[in-house]
């Protein structure tokens, strides 16, 4: 990927789960359960942190909240606050089936929870246009996604 600054690398399930670790020592890819604690922090309730909907938190604007603001890194924008410092930007993503999206739409991350037949569980996404924050299951192994490590 050309864009490695600022947008950074995009990782597939390979790298995530490979024993060496994708972080740098003390530092971990979140789980699931981090990801929702972290949702939950930023004002969303339970029931739709559990939810596997399309767009989850869009009244409380939770993605907007993590989108840096202004249309520097995103090609729409109007949701973004920056408010939580989270800092996300519109780095794309790949998916092995369908290609890429244009950077400056999208923003995935994966988590390192599987699933019970050792899927991964999938992801976590924003878009420039929606305040809402995506969780997905069954991502494809060979899709490439970002990675934001979270301190042991």
Not at 80 to 96: L, P, W
Request: proline share 3%.
């Amino acid at each position: 990927l050309s864009y490695n600054y600022p947008y950074g690398k995009w990782y597939n399930w390979y790298a995530i789960s490979d024993a060496r670790g994708v972080c740098p020592t003390g530092w971990h890819v979140p789980t699931d359960d981090e990801w929702k604690q972290l949702e939950i922090a930023l004002g969303m309730n339970q029931i739709e942190v559990d939810d596997y909907a399309d767009w989850r938190g869009e009244n409380e604007n939770i993605g907007g909240s993590m989108k840096t603001a202004g249309s520097i890194y995103w090609l729409t924008n109007e949701t973004g606050t920056n408010e939580s410092g989270f800092s996300a930007i519109g780095s794309s993503n790949g998916n092995c089936e369908l290609g890429s999206w244009e950077v400056g739409i999208i923003c995935t991350w994966w988590t390192s929870t599987t699933l019970q037949d050792g899927n991964p569980t999938g992801t976590r996404a924003l878009i420039g246009d929606s305040g809402g924050i995506n969780r997905y299951g069954g991502s494809a192994k060979c899709s490439a996604n970002s990675v934001r490590c979270v301190r042991d």
